[in-house]
Structure formats: C-alpha cells, structure tokens
C-alpha cells in the first residue's frame, strides 16, 4: 500500500451496476474504515508509471527481512528540474491508524531546493501529521526517531538523486538483533563440528550437537517474548 500511495494510485469500485473510482490515498478513512460502500468491490488498482528520471525507492525497517510487518516503511516518489522538486509524493506505514500520504510535507517540499533549512522544516511538518502509538514494535517515540531517518535527505540535486530526495537511503538497514541473530547462525556450524568429530555413534557427540541446538532456540524463545 505504501508503494501504491507513493506512485499516487486510484482504486476502481463496481457496485454491479456503476463504476467509480477513488485516489488510494482517500479510500482510507480511519482503522478498519473504508471509502467502500457495502455492495461495492475493488476490482482494479492503477497507477502511472514513473517518468523517465523520476526517483523512486522505498524502505521498510523490521527485525526481520521478510515474513515480518514493518516497525516503519516509508516511499517515495521524487521529480526535480533544475534543482528544484517539481513533484514529490511521501507516504509513510507504522505511523498512523492507516497507510499514510504526507500530504501537508510534500506540499511544503513542492517548488523548493533541498537545503537543509527546507528539510529541517520539511521533517517538522511531517512530525505534526504522523500519529504513531507505542507496541510490540517499538515506542512512538521510537518510531517518529525512525520515520525521521528515513525522510532525511543530503541537500542539493545530485545528492538528493543520489538518495532520492526526501531522504530514502538506498541501502539495506542493520535493525536491532540482525548481529545477534547472525551470530547464532554462524555459532550453528561449530555443532556441526563437534558431530564429525565425535563420529557416528558417539554419544557425546550427539549430546552436545543437541545441547547446542537447545541453547540456540531457547535464546531466540527469549528474544521473541
């Protein structure tokens, strides 16, 4: 959804009888509220495809890589001429009761070079339209600290190509417990050492190759809790 809002996508609603159709980023009307009348299905969503030398990326911290729902994820979709933004759409998940368009930050950015009084005021504005709350992912506080990283940018054109503009560092986040879970990945060969050491039918082998793969999963019972 958040890379759907950042491309500025329109849903399609059929009741049976009539089409209508509705920007995504209005279909959202609250926590587990809906732009859909009862009788109404989504049967398509469409968006326009990014202009050539438009920038577009996206980011989504969580503990794990996959398989897991983002603390915060964040797109963007950026257009500068002549080191001015011309268009930008910023969207935000995490940080509201539903998937979020920075509509007041990117009216703000729209017209203006990325210098740092622009971005400074720009992360102001967009801390005001954020609501994020406190659970199994992180604080509120933690999660606005989070979003700020995230729209962050270098100033100036070529740095703001470079890391597209409001501020979506393209590369790969290091989250909270991915050194530790590593180290207990790489740990895991060491029983496999000890099972060809102790040979077929050692016993002590066996136990200490089980030993370790108990102590492995119980600290990762202990980091889930």
Do not use: W
């Amino acid at each position: 959804t958040i890379l759907l809002l950042a491309l500025d996508a329109e849903v399609e609603l059929n009741d049976g009888t009539a089409l209508r159709t509705l920007p995504l980023r209005r279909f959202y009307l609250g926590y587990k509220k809906l732009a859909r009348r009862e009788e109404e299905l989504l049967t398509a969503v469409r968006f326009p495809l990014p202009q050539p030398g438009d920038i577009f990326n996206f980011e989504k911290v969580s503990r794990r890589e996959h398989l897991d729902i983002a603390g915060v994820n964040s797109a963007c979709l950026l257009r500068m001429v002549g080191g001015v933004v011309e268009e930008i759409h910023l969207s935000a998940g995490g940080v509201a009761p539903v998937p979020l368009f920075l509509e007041r930050c990117c009216a703000y950015l729209r017209g203006r070079e990325l210098d740092e009084a622009t971005v400074t005021e720009a992360l102001r504005v967009a801390d005001h339209e954020i609501e994020p709350i406190s659970d199994v992912r992180g604080s509120a506080e933690y999660k606005r600290s989070l979003l700020r990283r995230l729209l962050r940018p270098a100033s100036g054109e070529a740095q703001a190509r470079r890391r597209c503009g409001a501020g979506f560092e393209q590369r790969r986040r290091v989250v909270p417990g991915r050194a530790k879970q590593r180290g207990h990945r790489e740990r895991c060969p060491g029983g496999r050492r000890e099972r060809r050491g102790g040979g077929r039918g050692d016993r002590r082998g066996t136990r200490s190759r089980h030993g370790a793969r108990q102590r492995i999963e119980q600290r990762y019972a202990r980091r889930n809790r």
